[in-house]
């Protein structure tokens, strides 16, 4: 048996436990033993010039050995280290407790996850949140909204503070968490994308089907890559996300499952996020109202809606907007209002859910 091979298993609980301790420690010390061994041999018996050539052939065996005699090692406790780094960042006391409103026996879903949003009217709904800049800057500040990526992107228009992203959904509060993850792990946009584009891809039978379904233009892909070049977006520029990233990382984004018609809920929500002093700046709710289809659901909806509002609260919305001489109606057009003029005794309920125009 060669010196190092001999050398290494003679040591292998210590080299071990100094692993598992602190593997980069663990690592470095064992390549030092290695390499110590090998030149040591060299230097004594390279003495004898007759053995030289055939020491040489003899330790450059030894230091394959000794490789592999490292991987095997080190090896297990790279990856354990590997996966130590990757533990999620814990919650702060504020978002763990918003972490906490999820509701695990909500289970519904239409059609499946809408990765990029497909509504209209974007540049005039970011203009609107341009003119109405944040009343006041001492208070942390929240959005709350429903879907997915794009509560990111009204997140970057207002620096938010926190994110909150409800939807009756579990796969959607499910994809949320993923993505923090992948932004986690990616420096960059352009990583993010790559990665997750291959997550996308990597996802089989129902999985996948959340994703590649009928009721959206294109493959979720194809959108993704277009992010990076959508005004608004927060993939279109390096700084909108690395703010997003910093949340991620902070734990500062929440998603949880719940129905807009639970206003009991809601109202636990804004009373605690009074008592904290955060501000709830922005609502996004898409086109959950075209959902609600009895009355029942229409007073709770309204309800829960003006729970979260305050006088300079911005609610995003996307009632149907039909037209007065015809029977054009459309669904997906973003509307912004301000929260004092639905929590105003004339504002007529009815309008959260349809217009005239």
């Known amino acids: 048996m060669d010196s190092v091979t001999y050398s290494i298993l003679n040591n292998k609980y210590l080299f071990a436990i100094y692993t598992l301790t602190s593997p980069a420690a663990g690592t470095v010390r064992l390549t030092a033993h290695i390499a110590r061994t090998v030149f040591y041999d060299l230097w004594m018996n390279c003495k004898e010039e007759k053995k030289h050539n055939e020491q040489l052939k003899r330790n450059f065996k030894q230091i394959l050995l000794g490789l592999v005699e490292l991987v095997f090692l080190a090896g297990p406790c790279a990856v354990f280290f ?44 970011r203009q609107f949140l341009k003119n ?17 990526w794009h509560n990111f992107d009204v997140m970057c228009e207002r620096k938010s503070n926190y994110g909150l992203i409800t939807d009756f959904n579990p796969e ?31 996802l089989k039978g129902k999985s996948r089907n959340l994703f590649f379904h009928q009721d959206q233009k294109g493959l979720p892909t194809s959108r993704i890559e277009d992010e990076l070049l959508r005004e608004g977006s927060w993939l279109q520029t390096e700084e909108n996300y690395l703010f997003i990233k910093k949340l991620a990382a902070n734990g500062s984004l929440i998603a949880i499952t719940e129905d ?9 929500i804004r009373n605690f996020l009074d008592k904290n002093n955060i501000a709830i700046d922005t609502v996004y709710l898409s086109n959950i109202c075209n959902f609600m289809d009895t009355d029942t659901k229409k007073n709770s909806f309204a309800k829960s809606i003006k729970l979260l509002l305050r006088d300079d609260t911005i609610l995003i919305n ?27 005794n004339s504002y007529d309920t009815k309008k959260l859910f349809e217009e005239i125009i």
């Open 132 to 148: 109405h800049p944040r009343s006041n800057l001492e208070k942390q500040t929240i959005h709350i909204g429903c879907a997915t």
């Open 82 to 125: 590997y996966a130590k780094t990757q533990k999620k960042t814990p919650l702060n006391p504020i978002s763990k407790t918003l972490a906490d409103f999820g509701n695990s026996r909500i289970s519904g879903q239409i059609n499946g996850v809408y990765i990029t949003t497909n509504e209209t009217n974007l540049s005039a709904t």
């Open 172 to 202: 959607n509060a499910k994809f949320i968490k993923k993505t923090i993850d992948i932004i986690n792990a990616s420096e960059s946009r352009d990583l993010f994308k790559q990665n997750m584009i291959v997550y996308l891809n990597s």
């Open 260 to 268: 807009i018609t639970n206003f009991e809920k809601f109202s636990s």
């Open 318 to 344: 996307c009632p149907k907007l039909k037209q007065l001489d015809t029977n054009q109606v459309t669904i997906l057009h973003q509307k912004s209002i301000l929260g004092k003029e639905v929590l105003a």
